[in-house]
Each structure stands twice: as structure tokens, then as C-alpha cells.
């Protein structure tokens, strides 16, 4: 059963930063591409931040680029995301995605994400 687990949402101050963790199960992340998406209440969602290859190949939002950083540790079939200087517009829930490599030219952008699937992790910013 593939299975994606986020963790280390909450709450924190404006300028903070927090690190996300997306532990996968059922399947290896060395085939896979995974994002961050997050959603914001009356907004649609985005892509935040994407690992697209095994050559460690980024694609940042423009909201979050110089501020947000995309890893991965195979080892532990984890990927991380580094959030620091915080804002209060980077409220929302969080979620990370696998897609299979290779990708499409869209998923290159961030977008379409459709084999895997967190459950979300809030993350609040306050001013």
C-alpha cells in the first residue's frame, strides 16, 4: 500500500521557519518525483516546491523561492522542506505528492502530481 505521511506542521511566528518531513511507503522515491502543495482557505492550490529527478532537479514557486528548500534523504525514503522567513501568507495546509519519473512537461512545473497523495499538515503563520 503506497503511503505518504507529512509531518512537522504548526504554529510559528512570523520570520520563524519549520521543516516539513513526507516519509514514503509502498514505494521508492528514487523513481519518483515529490512535491510540496499547499492550500490556502479560499484559494486553489500550488505547487510549492518539487524534486524532479534523481539528479535532485528543483522547481520552486516564485512565493517561496530563496526561502523554501526541497530535499530528500533515501535512506529513509523521506523529503524535506526547509521553510524559513515565514509569513503569514504561507499559512496553509500542506501536502506532498509523488508522481512516477519521467515527467510530463507540466509536471516539470509543479503541477499534476497524481500517483500519491499525504493527507495535509496545517501550517499557520501568525503576524
Same mark, same amino acid.
Given at each position: 500500500?503506497?503511503?505518504l505521511v507529512e509531518s512537522g506542521g504548526g504554529l510559528v511566528q512570523s520570520g520563524e521557519s519549520l521543516r516539513l518531513s513526507c516519509t514514503a511507503s509502498g514505494l521508492t522515491l528514487h523513481y519518483f518525483a515529490v512535491g510540496?502543495?499547499?492550500q !490556502?482557505?479560499?484559494k486553489e492550490r500550488e505547487g510549492v !516546491?518539487?524534486?524532479m529527478s534523481r539528479d535532485g532537479q528543483t522547481y520552486y514557486g516564485d512565493s517561496v523561492r530563496g526561502r523554501f528548500t526541497i530535499s530528500r534523504d533515501l535512506d529513509r525514503n523521506t523529503v524535506y522542506l526547509q521553510m524559513n522567513s515565514l509569513k503569514p501568507e504561507d499559512t496553509a495546509v500542506y501536502y506532498c505528492a509523488a508522481e512516477r519519473l519521467p515527467l510530463t512537461a507540466a509536471q516539470k512545473l509543479c503541477e499534476f502530481y497524481d500517483?500519491?497523495?499525504g493527507q495535509g499538515i496545517q501550517v499557520t503563520?501568525?503576524?
Open positions: 500500500q503506497v503511503q510540496w502543495f499547499r !490556502a482557505p479560499g !516546491a518539487c524534486l500517483d500519491a497523495w503563520v501568525s503576524s
